[in-house]
T-cell receptor, first 117, second 113 residues
Framework: AQKITQTQPGMFVQEKEAVTLDCTYD???????LFWYKQPSSGEMIFLIY??????QNATEGRYSLNFQKARKSANLVISASQLGDSAMYFC??????????????FGTGTRLTVIP | NAGVTQTPKFQVLKTGQSMTLQCAQD?????MYWYRQDPGMGLRLIYY???????DKGEVPNGYNVSRLNKREFSLRLESAAPSQTSVYFC????????????FGPGTRLTVT
């Protein structure tokens, strides 16, 4: 069963506007973590933001915030005041902890965001 | 502080050839990972190493072997490359703990003809 679903293959946003990238997840664990990564055209994976399942407040990192709705199993990324440099692929990922302490990240298929000047 | 480094950046192999992808991290992380990324898909875990001296299979381990050489280095070996292994390979590392993000290397683009 797919653990992470990103239903928006591509999104467009006007520069300086806000945009929401959708992510839903599936898990029966009580303890889990959700991550968002950015992959620009150069190919590297850049960590953006993390939300733990027990965190009561939505995570924020600068212009990034994570809209965490636990009952709906959604973890949408909100980017405020979009910039041209935000154009990239965005991946939602869920941590599945191994007993060893390492973590497997299950990734969604990504959303390609294009910021229009 | 280079973070996670990978070599080579690009590689073309013929079917049946073997090669080793190298990965090193200088962040003193215990855990290291190998992922592959195929077009239109997210990253999928091939193998991981929770700590020095241990390795375990991930989601898509068939056709690969790994070696955790020491705490810094984690290599991925293709013994007999197949066209289905054409992909971009990412190495990552993390500290042990539930909230620690994984830091990724720049990736290796591998083509098998």
């Amino acid at each position: 069963a797919q653990k992470i679903t990103q239903t928006q293959p591509g999104m467009f946003v006007q520069e300086k506007e806000a945009v929401t990238l959708d992510c839903t997840y599936d898990t029966s664990d009580q303890s889990y973590g959700l991550f968002w990564y950015k992959q620009p055209s150069s190919g590297e994976m850049i960590f953006l933001i993390y939300q733990g399942s027990y965190d009561e407040q939505n995570a924020t990192e600068g212009r990034y915030s994570l809209n965490f709705q636990k009952a709906r199993k959604s973890a949408n990324l909100v980017i405020s005041a979009s910039q041209l440099g935000d154009s990239a692929m965005y991946f939602c990922a869920m941590r599945e902890p191994f007993k060893t302490g390492a973590n497997n990240l299950f990734f969604g298929t990504g959303t390609r965001l294009t910021v229009i000047p | 502080n280079a973070g996670v480094t990978q070599t080579p950046k690009f590689q073309v192999l013929k079917t049946g050839q073997s090669m080793t992808l190298q990965c090193a991290q200088d962040m003193n992380h215990n855990s290291m990972y190998w992922y592959r990324q195929d077009p239109g898909m997210g990253l999928r875990l091939i193998y991981y190493s929770a700590s020095e001296g241990t390795t375990d299979k991930g989601e898509v381990p068939n056709g690969y072997n790994v070696s955790r050489l020491n705490k810094r280095e984690f290599s991925l070996r293709l013994e007999s490359a197949a066209p289905s292994q054409t992909s971009v390979y990412f190495c990552a590392s993390s500290a042990i703990g539930v909230s620690y993000e994984q830091y990724f290397g720049p990736g290796t683009r591998l083509t098998v003809t």
